[in-house]
């Protein structure tokens, strides 16, 4: 057997706001040398945080690769989201004609643009929010908090199902 994609489904409204929060972090990487922005910071961490010469050499040399990597990342994503953005939708997102759920189907060489991605998502999200550790507690009636938890179901759901790929050999 050679499992060289998986699919599950998703809720539309699931799909149109996974979609526009990838379209976010496109624009947040994209505005990334206008002003200093925390979340970036975060998204490039530095490696040496007793050293400021040895991190910023290391910003230099690696900051733009990493932000260029980000944003093919989020390409794939939405790429494959694309099913979800219907021009033919009234002003509430919504066709008459668009099932409740589609399934969406992910290369296996993708799975890791994916997990990269929702992960930067909650990186920023969690920098908007002020969360700096897992021990943070948030209000769970937040809907921004909701949003971050979400996140976390789909990042938790997916890196499931890459573990599973990794336990078939690639040419079984």
Do not use: C, K
Not at 88 to 102: L, M, R, T
Not at 139 to 168: H, K, T
């Amino acid at each position: 057997m050679n499992v060289d994609e998986i699919s599950f489904r998703m809720a539309l409204i699931e799909g149109l706001h996974l979609a526009g929060l990838v379209d976010e972090l496109t624009l947040v990487i994209a505005a990334a040398d206008e002003a200093p922005d925390p979340a970036i910071d975060r998204l490039t961490p530095a490696p040496y945080p007793d050293d400021p010469a040895a991190a910023a050499e290391f910003a230099t040399a690696t900051r733009d690769d990493l932000l260029d990597r980000r944003t093919a990342d989020a390409a794939v994503v939405r790429r494959a989201l694309e099913m979800f953005v219907d021009p033919g939708e009234d002003d509430e997102g919504e066709n008459e004609d668009q099932p409740d759920q589609i399934e969406i189907t992910i290369r296996r060489a993708e799975i890791d643009a994916w997990l990269r991605t929702l992960t930067a998502l909650r990186l920023i999200i969690a920098t908007r929010l002020g969360i700096t550790t897992a021990d943070d507690d948030h209000d769970p009636d937040d809907a921004r908090f909701g949003v971050y938890d979400w996140l976390a179901y789909r990042l938790d759901s997916l890196i499931a199902i890459a573990d599973a790929l990794d336990e078939i050999p690639d040419d079984v």
